[in-house]
């Protein structure tokens, strides 16, 4: 498993697997984001480390982007980068709007670089 917090303003390409407007393959929910993972990377589920994409509203296949927020789910073990394009900066108010669909059921807090 990989520290998640090295990722904080850093660029990374996401590849998606689940674009704007799709729905979640078990639980139906509508994905209000591109929600994707960055390959070759190992999360604390033991998958590829996620990623919601914020500040781009068309789906998209794979974006590359900064890494603004970690979302740390306290009660599941499966952070979840926010990445936006370059230059563009959210409030954590702003992230947890947009991410309400899917976060709503976990307890969470956004984690940001020092």
Do not use: C
Not at 29 to 39: A, S, V
């Amino acid at each position: 498993m990989e520290n998640v917090e090295q990722y904080l303003g850093k660029e990374v390409t996401v590849k998606m697997d689940r674009p704007l407007g799709t729905a979640h393959p078990k639980w139906g929910f509508i994905y209000m984001l591109n929600y994707g993972y960055i390959p070759n990377t190992i999360s604390g589920d033991g998958e590829e480390l996620d990623a919601y994409v914020v500040g781009e509203f068309k789906p998209l296949d794979e974006f590359t982007g900064v890494v603004i927020a970690i979302i740390h789910r306290v009660n599941d073990n499966d952070d979840k980068l926010v990445v936006a394009p370059k230059g563009v900066n959210y409030t954590d108010d702003q992230i947890r709007a947009l991410t309400e669909f899917q976060e709503k059921f976990f307890e969470s807090i956004i984690i940001r670089e020092k």
